[in-house]
């Protein structure tokens, strides 16, 4: 076994931290399509100024740094990524340019690769998980205002306004979605 030296300079304690934490955030798999986010948000000044606030939070009396204390670095880092708003709209501006159609849903932060012409399905897809049965409780003007303040799309042929227009189908699609999803858990059951 051979051994390699190797010869960089930090400039700063949270500087290597954040260095050893970007390799081990890299060898996450899992952690992929976060990659250019990480980079965004930690390659730069600030980014350093993050991982010494996350040093003193998780270690507020000092410590030593082994890989123990590397990993729960790491994983504030990646909960702040998944936390925060600048973050999540950074993700989803990398997501955008992912997909060539998808739909942003603006309360999730969340982009969602689609086909050409299924935005309108996609969007009843979100809705159905977001609301489950209460969608019917929302009046067709409620839903409608919900539609055009929560989604953006990339469309060649629709637009979030074309698709809210078609509240009434939306709501009554996704209301019975649910009542059959509903109705399979119960068979499954039995």
């Not at 600030?46 to 996350?54: A, D, R, S, T, V």
């Not at 990524?81 to 998808?102: I, M, N, P, V």
């Not at 629709?158 to 078609?166: L, P």
Request: proline residues 2%; hydrophobic residues 40%; contains cysteine.
């Amino acid at each position: 076994m051979t051994t390699e030296r190797l010869h960089f300079m930090v400039e700063s304690p949270a500087n290597f931290v954040r260095l050893a934490c970007t390799i081990l955030f890299e060898k996450k798999e899992a952690m992929a399509e976060w990659a250019a986010t990480w980079h965004d948000v930690f390659d730069c000044a600030n980014g350093e100024q993050l991982f010494l606030q996350f040093m003193e939070e998780l270690f507020p009396d000092g410590c030593t740094i082994g890989e123990k204390e590397l990993k729960q670095i790491t994983d504030r880092a990646v909960r702040y990524l998944q936390t925060e708003t600048r973050c999540l709209d950074l993700k989803a501006g990398h997501d955008k340019s992912r997909f060539t159609y998808w739909v942003l849903f603006i309360p999730e932060h969340k982009v969602y690769g689609c086909e050409f012409a299924r935005h309108e399905e996609t969007i009843i897809e979100i809705l159905t998980a977001f609301f489950g049965k209460s969608i019917a409780g929302y009046s067709l003007d409620a839903l409608k205002h919900f539609i055009l303040r929560s989604f953006e799309i990339r469309s060649d042929n629709s637009s979030v306004r074309s698709i809210a227009e078609d509240a009434d189908y939306i709501q009554q699609v996704a209301y019975f979605r649910c009542i059959r999803k509903n109705e399979k858990k119960e068979e499954a059951k039995t």
